[in-house]
């Protein structure tokens, strides 16, 4: 907490005289001449970053160099290799010269040879559902070598960790790439504390409490990737890559402390299961004239997934699950860039066959078929001071389950203005309405027993919805500060909300169903400042976020406030590191959630090919508290709380190790970007 108060009174000195920073000459670099310039520029969908000599060297993969850039709104672990959003917008979306990419892809990725990173906060509709934040990391592009590296993360407090090895191979126009990734994990540091209120048709409240004492978590995925790539810079690129991941989660289980009324009991859970997933990826772009081109994009995904589950909570109860998956996803847009203005038009069609055979105590059988046809247009240009970007594009969703079917239609407008005021100062304004597709596994038929008084039904009939968004954004970015503030709107028509039913006997159901409408309103600000250039560089911020949830039959709202802040030094071989939040809380329907605050420590040292960084996450605290939710139904009023051992005090060590010979491949910027890992299954 010590250092939560230190970051934000270092805030509050640097934001006393933010308006008497000086704006220093923008220039460029020629041969000898050096001269400074902005690190960050604004554009109409986000930033357009340039990592200084010192951030990349100071770096040794794709997450370390993005955990020193101080992204808005992003908590990037560098020893666990994930990057989240701490203000619940949506997903985050990596590629590396717009391909979209894994862990492997980051891990393997060189941060010498990065020229830009392209951050944007207001991606369109091509993008995918559900995405926030995409971040597209350019790289040189040159002719020919080969590349051999490993990178392996251990957490020196608990048993986890996951490591890469990879190889490139280039010659003249051809590139073969291989990588395999291992993670794993065992751990029993695990518990939840669950407190469970629930009025009966008498009227009487009763009660049952759910401990933890006794908590075991397995597992271990591989992931291979064979990729092959055929370019010319001038004409074309063609790029197939094969990719397989196995996962399993064997022998899971806990044993629970009940006070059922006025009986205690233990209880136990136990779950297993396994998948795999293979897929191809077929990618090809043609320069059909200096100033036309055309992408062409097509994945085909397949997965299978058996899992088994178990507990005993007044009664036995077990059931198994046999899922199968395919899906098609192409995509093909054309471009024409004129001047002032481009433009480009294209057709996306993605289908979706999901088959899962739910055995046992839940027996049923989810088979369900999904269209999605997506047509676009989008002109971007510029005019003096002003730049704008407008996009039209219509959705089509063709969707049934054995009697439940339903045509969506969807009209997909987007539009954004960005004005320089002055030399680095932008003020921008984005509008878009879209469609929010039901996850896969909540329009199933299936129903699952969660405990001995609650049922988790799917509702095959559920809807799209659709949502319109609004961001005003003013902006501000020199060579030594880059801050902005931001007021973002969402306005959800018809969602998909919680719905709680309560029996005749007395048992409680939850589903959804679409309901009146969700609001969220989000204020933010954020600054980043080099206190020393290419030394130490401070950021922060932090915001409001207000919720509004408008059921048939019930109304909630609620206020959170966030933060977060981080520093950064620069001493030679050595980079040191420190970065706070404080969480990530919201209302959804009818629960209130909370992702746990996040503190970490890091120390890089750089040796040749070689380099070691040491992290300790969550110093000082030894039962961490990772989440928290309540439900807050009139009929049925819960408290969840998971503690986590494993993530307090944790310490990781990250060795990574890269030689290469010759020159580098010319890669694919691939623009289209096929992705489906929803396996549809309901989970308790």
Request: aromatic share 14%.
């Amino acid at each position: 907490m010590q250092m939560k108060q230190f970051f934000l009174l270092v805030l509050l000195c640097l934001s006393s005289f933010t308006a008497f920073a000086q704006n220093e000459d923008k220039t460029v670099t020629l041969d000898e001449v050096i001269v400074k310039g902005a690190k960050v520029i604004s554009k109409a969908d986000g930033q357009m970053l340039y990592p200084t000599v010192t951030q990349k060297n100071g770096s040794n993969n794709g997450y370390s160099l993005l955990q020193k850039l101080s992204l808005p709104n992003l908590r990037i672990d560098g020893a666990a290799h994930s990057i989240t959003a701490i203000d619940g917008r949506g997903n985050v979306q990596l590629r590396i010269n717009g391909i979209i990419v894994g862990k492997e892809e980051m891990l393997a990725l060189d941060p010498k040879l990065i020229n830009k990173i392209d951050f944007i906060d207001k991606p369109g509709v091509r993008y995918g559902e559900d995405v926030a934040y995409v971040i597209n990391i350019m790289t040189k592009h040159e002719d020919s070598g080969y590349t051999l590296g490993a990178d392996i993360t251990p957490t020196l407090t608990s048993w986890q960790g996951d490591g890469t090895i990879y190889g490139k191979w280039n010659h003249k126009k051809s590139e073969f790439t291989v990588s395999y990734n291992y993670s794993g994990y065992k751990l029993n540091g695990t518990k939840v504390a669950e407190l469970a209120e629930y009025t009966l048709n008498n009227g009487d409240i009763y009660t049952i409490e759910r401990d933890d004492v006794e908590t075991l978590r397995k597992a271990h995925s591989h992931d291979l990737k064979l990729t092959y790539n055929l370019a010319d810079s001038t004409a074309y690129v063609f790029q197939a890559s094969l990719s397989e991941s196995l996962n399993k989660n064997p022998g899971n289980y806990s044993i629970k402390d009940i006070i059922d009324g006025t009986k205690r009991y233990s209880s136990t859970n136990r779950e297993n299961g396994k998948s795999n997933s293979p897929i191809l990826d077929l990618y090809f772009f043609r320069q059909l004239t200096p100033r036309q081109s055309i992408t062409a994009n097509a994945v085909g995904t397949y997965i299978a997934t058996r899992s088994s589950n178990y507990y005993d909570e007044g009664a036995p109860y077990q059931y198994d699950v046999d899922g199968k998956t395919v899906s098609a996803l192409s995509e093909i847009v054309y471009e024409n860039r004129q001047n002032p203005f481009t433009l480009s038009a294209g057709v996306n069609y993605r289908y979706k066959y999901t088959k899962n055979d739910y055995t046992g105590d839940a027996f049923a059988l989810t088979e369900l078929n999904q269209n999605n046809v997506y047509a676009f247009s989008e002109l971007r240009g510029s005019f003096k001071d002003l730049r704008y970007s407008i996009g039209l594009g219509v959705s089509y969703i063709h969707y049934n389950q054995n009697e439940h079917n339903y045509d969506f239609w969807t009209f997909r407008p987007k539009a954004t203005l960005a004005y320089n005021i002055m030399n680095g100062m932008q003020l921008s304004y984005t509008f878009e309405m879209k469609d929010r597709a039901s996850r896969i596994a909540m329009i199933s038929d299936a129903t699952i027993q969660t405990n001995s008084m609650e049922y988790t039904v799917g509702n095959p009939d559920l809807k799209p919805a659709r949502d319109t968004e609004h961001t005003l954004r003013l902006s501000y970015n020199d060579d030594r500060w880059s801050t902005f503030a931001e007021g973002f709107y969402r306005h959800c028509n018809k969602p998909n909300m919680a719905h709680y039913e309560r029996t005749a006997e007395d048992k409680f159901i939850y589903t959804q169903i679409n309901q009146k409408a969700i609001n969220v309103l989000n204020a933010m600000a954020y600054a980043s400042y080099w206190i020393t250039p290419e030394k130490l560089q401070i950021y922060a911020n932090g915001g409001m976020m207000r919720c509004f949830n408008y059921g048939f039959d019930y109304t909630h709202c609620y206020t959170s406030w966030f933060y977060s802040a981080g520093i950064t030094a620069y001493l030679g071989k050595f980079t040191l590191l420190a970065y706070a939040n404080n969480g990530f809380r919201f209302l959804e329907g009818e629960t209130k959630g909370y992702s746990g605050a996040y503190t970490t420590l890091q120390c890089s040292y750089n040796y040749k090919n070689w380099q070691f960084s040491l992290t300790w996450s969550n110093p000082f605290i030894n039962n961490y508290k990772s989440a928290e939710s309540e439900i807050l139904n009139r009929n049925l009023h819960k408290h969840f709380a998971q503690y986590n051992r494993d993530s307090g005090n944790s310490v990781s060590l990250n060795i990574s190790w890269r030689f290469s010979r010759g020159r580098k491949h010319q890669s694919a910027d691939k623009t289209i970007n096929l992705r489906d890992t929803d396996n549809g299954i309901i989970s308790r």
